[in-house]
């Protein structure tokens, strides 16, 4: 088939290759020129294990275009995929307007008689296909056009695997010439395709990330309670998930959920329902916990420290939201650097990809270190924020001969508390104080 992918983000990007692998020829288009030059020079703008090679090999082979031009993209497909951001508005809802924006364009360049299959990527709020209809009808109300949602459910740092390996596609559509299509475009992927109407498609993806962040803002919270009581979460969650009914997996206690998708889908669908006068209690809560929960390093560095912690030096292993990415959006590594440096603390950090990110959003004195060893060199205590391997791979006795104090909060917990408490080390985890 031809398609064209619109955005090239962690989204847009690894869709477009993947479909270009499966044989199909796609244009992927960017607004940002510096983007596409960078991609028509072979350079990958996001870190994502696999993409490289992909991209390069699917461009040698001609499938795969790059361009800054919408209209003759769209012109040239039968399928045009919209995958741009829907970042977080100031009132909590999804911000639209580079859906929108993109569906005038595509309603500018569709003034033949072709069928196309216009597929929304991006998480949306329910109604937006009816609303993406219309945009294009206002500009070219005999466009042949169906407009469908097909949600996407990768994950940074595994986005190639994932998009190879889905655990299910949703096709959100009411033609069945575009269910037909669509089936056709996915078929190679997975067996696990469900048809469904769009507004029920576009609520499948905010109800799955919302549910995701509820399992991990439940067990912080009972991480926070073990806390006070002398329980170990990670022996808690392991009891819990042999019941086939709760599972093992999405269990693991910590510093919150981060990134571009859970806060900002949380919000939006809370807000979906504020505006037809519902209140949404548990999702509210859901939020509410993950606001703190990133603070809760912070408090554990003040019982430590016995409430004095202005000018300690302390070292942040990892700084994105999650490992093997390089993305910062909403990482919790922000609001934790935030808030020990109006402590007056001295940050030492190491992220081994999201350092230029995080620079772009961090102020103040940090100095951003090599490696995990070169970050917690001379440091009061070290903290565990992203559970990348580079970070992983300190060991207690190498640290304790550089560290000024044997002290690790592991905000992952990731490491053995034994081996950590044998090697003298303050240590203390989320939740297995
Ligand atoms: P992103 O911010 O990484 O990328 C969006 C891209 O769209 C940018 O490169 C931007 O320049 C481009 N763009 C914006 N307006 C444009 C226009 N008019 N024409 C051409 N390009 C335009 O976003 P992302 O992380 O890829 O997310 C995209 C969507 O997918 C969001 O709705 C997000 O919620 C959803 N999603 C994201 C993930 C994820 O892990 N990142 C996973 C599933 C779903």
Redesign the pocket.
Known sequence: MKLTV?????????SGTSFAELGNDVIC????PE?VDRLNNGEI??YEPGLKELVDSNRAAGRLQFT?E?QPAVQASDVVVI?????ESETGA?NMS??Y??AD?IGEAVNDDKFRVVVN????PVGTADRVRSLIADKNPDAQVEVCSV??????GS?VKDTFNPDRVIIGTNSDKAAGILTELHQPLTDNIVVTDPRSSEMI?YAS?AFLATKISFVNEVANICDYYGADINAVTRGMGMDNRIGPKFLNAGIGYG???FP??VKAIKHLAEVKGYYPQLLQAVNDVNEKQSLRMVDHLNVIFNEDIRNITVALLGLAFKPNTD?M?EAPSLKIIRSLQEYGVKVRAFDPVAEDNAKQLLEGDIYFAENALDACEGADAAMLVTEWDECLQVTPEKLKSIMNKPVMIDGRNAFEAKEFKEAGFIYHGIGRK
């Open positions: 619109v955005g090239t983000g962690y989204v847009g990007l690894v288009v960017d607004k940002i983007k703008p996001i800054t919408l995958a741009v951001g829907t970042p999804a580079y859906v924006g993109v364009e990527k991006s998480t949306v949600p996407e459910f990768l994950r940074e986005a993806k990330n990134g571009s998708c900002k889908d993305d959006r």
